[in-house]
């Protein structure tokens, strides 16, 4: 039992790299570049567990901020994603300004619900001026 439990994480490693492998065959430079930028870059998993002990006040262990520091690095990228549409939507160019993370947020917020815990923590809102 436990090889075949081996040998299908195997293959499915395989397939994924394959997978990956393709998928940046057919990338052009400028989308390669941001790939490898967002590859590259994390959170610190000191600073996320330091936030999270904040908010819960209490211990949490240094796995538990990797799977947050890993959330919000998606929920980053999610939003810069669609902060770029709304740029070029508007025909602007170059770095990405407030306004445009604001509206993406409120397009994220829209297109999934509400975002975060089920109440405001403290009131406390994002990308708000």
Do not use: C, W
């Not at 997978?19 to 570049?33: A, R």
């Not at 407030?98 to 109440?119: I, K, N, Q, W």
């Amino acid at each position: 039992m436990a090889d075949d439990d081996y040998s299908a994480q195997q293959t499915y490693q395989t397939q994924s790299k394959d997978n990956l492998k393709i998928l940046m065959d057919n990338f052009s430079p400028e989308q390669y570049d941001r790939f490898e930028a967002y590859r590259r870059q994390g959170l610190s998993k000191t600073a996320v567990r330091k936030v999270i002990q904040q908010q819960v006040n209490s211990q949490v262990s240094v796995g538990v901020a990797q799977i947050v520091a890993g959330f919000s690095k998606v929920f980053v990228g999610e939003i810069i994603e669609k902060a770029r549409a709304v740029q070029a939507r508007r025909g602007e160019t170059g770095p990405l300004s407030p306004d445009h993370l604001r509206e993406a947020y409120r397009a994220y917020e829209t297109e999934t619900g509400r975002v975060g815990s089920a109440r405001p923590l403290r009131g406390k809102k994002l990308f708000v001026r």
